[in-house]
């Protein structure tokens, strides 16, 4: 299946997410014409600083999810720690403490596997550093649903672990560096 | 585009169960309870919702089974302590001021929550003047409630949880080890009663001081929602107290201007007196 008009942008990440991000998401404008969902595995803290110590660097708006929003462009949703993030099929949000998955709550998979029924060829999906194999499944799940997928390269990551499960699940998915990732995902809008 | 089949599957695999057993489950958020139910699927057999939906119309005894997948059970004694030391530390104080006192535990699961506010309750000198109702529409939740048995291997987080939320007494006090659980003091179930109630389809049935409903609402949709804060805003006296989970809050609620904001944090809101 060909990938779609890109309408949004999910994204996971775990050891050596706060490096990976701030290489890519300072490189979003403002007004960037689509969501991006984040899900970053964190110690369950109630606060987690990530959002606010990503928004010191970025120009898009970066905010913790909040149950049953409706989705904006232009914004960067991260997961709040201790609770899934799931994209619902009307395009809001919803928060579970439903049990962890592999280990991880949030889980990327979950998020993932939602977004791609919501999104179908019109989801992006983004597996960056990490030591588990956590967004490998949703990663297929966006791919089966028609949406494309990229994947930092292990040999670049901090963690090569998860991009390396990321890339046996799907071996078509594209493997790039975090500069790659971060001009193809303004790249892919840049006729809008 | 046209429906999915199995969107279509979805929506009238709910409608079965709402017809045949009156359980509600049609304002549930969707990505969460299809996330669910296709593990039901699974578990059950099933290659399909329709195959599953004739399974439940036709055999009841498949029935419980599916409640088990369709309702979310996971909770602590005193999850998230800086909660329950809000309570002691700046609710009790209120509640120490009726002379009777009635509690909600809306969506109560397996009792986790009843028994952490139920030794809050006597370290703080209230219990012999406070009911405790602890609801959910789960029977074998309620049945697990009723027993006050946990697993051993979940005490140690229990009583750090205990402790952080300003414990005045040890956990240990309160439950002994027998046959690889620990069994919860008797007593404490005194002054609690656990029983059947949908958010979903039910009224109120008492008026109470304090509602405690955490990690519920996020199943809802926003109508669903809507109903139970409803619900909660017509059991609760004048200038009682809501206390919801730490990622829920009234701000998208229509019955939001009928509270006010108690703690911020902890995600406790005040009915208004004139509400």
């Given amino acids: 299946m060909t990938p779609g008009r890109a309408e949004a942008v999910a994204v996971g990440a775990s050891a050596g997410a706060l490096e990976a991000l701030s290489a890519i998401l300072p490189g979003l404008p403002a007004d960037y014409p689509l969501p991006v969902f984040v899900v970053v595995h964190l110690p369950p803290d109630r606060e987690s600083l990530m959002a606010r110590l990503l928004q010191d660097s970025c120009r898009i708006k970066i905010r913790e999810a909040e149950d049953k929003e409706a989705i904006e462009p232009g914004t960067v949703y991260v997961a709040p720690p201790d609770y899934h993030l799931l994209i619902e099929p009307d395009r809001r949000l919803s928060l579970s403490s439903e049990e962890p998955v592999l280990f991880s709550r949030p889980s990327i998979d979950v998020m993932f596997e939602t977004a791609a029924e919501a999104y179908g060829p019109g989801l992006v999906g983004v597996v960056l550093t990490g030591a588990n194999s956590d967004g490998a499944r949703g990663l297929r799940a966006i791919r089966a649903a028609g949406g494309s997928g990229l994947v930092q390269r292990p040999d670049a990551a901090t963690a090569s672990a998860m991009p390396r499960a990321a890339l046996e699940a799907c071996p078509d998915a594209l493997a790039l560096t975090l500069q790659e990732i971060a001009e193809h995902l303004r790249g892919m809008v840049a006729s809008r | ?275």
């Fill in chain 2, 1 to 275: 585009m046209a429906e999915a089949v199995e969107d279509i599957e979805f929506r009238l695999l709910l409608e079965a169960v709402f017809r045949k057993y009156h359980y509600d489950f049609r304002g549930y958020s969707t990505a969460s309870l299809k996330r669910r139910l296709r593990q039901a699927r699974e578990r059950m057999n099933c290659s399909s919702f329709s195959q599953l939906q004739d399974r439940v119309l036709h055999d009841p005894s498949a029935f419980p089974e599916l409640i088990s997948f369709l309702t979310v059970q996971v909770s602590e004694l005193f999850r998230d302590p800086a909660y329950f030391r809000a309570i002691r530390e700046r609710v009790v104080p209120y509640l120490r001021t009726y002379p009777s006192l009635k509690v909600w535990v809306a969506g109560c699961s397996a009792g986790e929550e009843v028994y952490s506010l139920a030794i809050l309750f006597r370290e703080e000198g209230l219990e012999d003047r406070t009911m405790l109702y602890g609801t959910d529409i789960n029977p074998e939740a309620l049945r697990r409630a009723e027993a006050g048995v946990y697993e051993l291997d979940r005490i140690p987080s229990f009583t750090e949880n205990h402790r952080l939320s300003g414990g005045k007494s040890s956990l240990s006090d309160y439950y002994t080890a027998a046959y690889g659980g620990a069994v919860f003091d008797k007593s404490l179930r005194r002054r609690a009663v656990f029983s059947d109630h949908s958010l979903a389809a039910d009224q109120v049935f008492a008026e109470v001081q304090l509602v405690s409903c955490r990690n519920v609402l996020i199943y809802f949709d926003r109508p669903l929602q809507d109903r139970a804060i409803g619900l909660f805003k017509d059991s609760l006296s004048r200038k009682g107290f809501l206390g919801l989970g730490a990622k829920e809050s009234l701000r998208f609620s229509s019955h939001a201007d009928g509270f006010e904001t108690f703690d911020q944090a902890e995600r406790i809101y005040r009915k208004r007196g004139d509400a």
